[in-house]
């Protein structure tokens, strides 16, 4: 069974922080995704990985940077936390696309708060 | 740019009911589509999916969903609704060859006992 873990379920920050967030799974796969799950908004992708040290931005970077030193974990960083980076953030993992349909792998998600 | 919509953003049912969920996307390629599910408090986790074959597929629980693809959609349906499945719905879309998904932006469903 796939498992994909985060550091804290629940994060208060104030403004101005700077917040790691961070994901480990176990089933050495390549991709990595971080998303932000906002009310109506469904899920929006920040960044991904398709491999240790490599990085793409999603669809809203700003404000976040990434970091993978190794397959298993990839982290979020929010350099400078501001009251509009409060949401839940999601991590998820998934093989490389390939003959078959990857689906993704989730995590419990990190409600992040910031004050 | 794809994209995928989900038309229903609230969907209250009663026990027993029939549920039918759109997802339409617009990207005219090959593509793979899935439904996800995140039932209150629990993480997302895949419902079904389609990469090829027959275009009625069936997932956990009871769900299935129909690719109809001269409609560039992906309805998920189920025949009777239970208490259990309060919960919201993802439909996401990924083209052909990519491991990148659009999402759509869920529907939140709640089926009263």
């Known amino acids: 069974d796939v498992k994909v873990t985060q550091s804290s379920r629940y994060l208060v920050k104030r403004t101005g922080e700077k917040v790691f967030l961070e994901c480990v799974q176990d089933m050495d796969h390549e991709n990595m995704f971080w998303y932000r799950q906002d009310p109506g908004l469904g899920l929006r992708l920040i960044y991904f990985?398709?491999?240790?040290?490599?990085?793409e931005k999603g669809d809203i970077p700003e404000g976040y940077s990434v970091s993978r030193e190794k397959k298993e974990r990839f982290s979020l960083i929010l350099e400078s936390a501001s009251t509009n980076q409060t949401s839940m953030y999601l991590c998820a993992s998934s093989f490389p696309s390939g003959s078959a349909p990857r689906e993704q792998y989730f995590g419990p998600g990190t409600r992040l708060t910031v004050t | 740019a794809q994209s995928v919509s989900q038309h229903n953003h609230h969907v209250i049912l009663s026990e027993a009911a029939s549920l039918e969920l759109g997802c339409n996307y617009s990207y005219g390629g090959t593509v793979n589509l899935f439904w996800y599910v995140q039932y209150p408090g629990q993480h997302l986790q895949l419902l079904l999916k389609?990469?090829?074959?027959?275009?009625l597929v069936k997932g956990i629980k009871g769900f299935e969903a129909e690719f109809i693809k001269s409609k560039f959609s992906f309805n998920l349906r189920k025949p009777s609704v239970q208490w259990s499945d309060t919960a919201e719905y993802f439909c996401?879309?990924?083209?052909?060859?990519?491991?990148?998904?659009?999402f759509g932006r869920g529907t939140s469903l709640i089926v009263h006992p």
């Open positions: 996401a879309v990924n083209k052909g060859g990519s491991y990148i998904p659009t």
């Open positions: 389609y990469f090829s074959g027959d275009p």
């Open positions: 990985s398709y491999d240790v040290k490599m990085k």
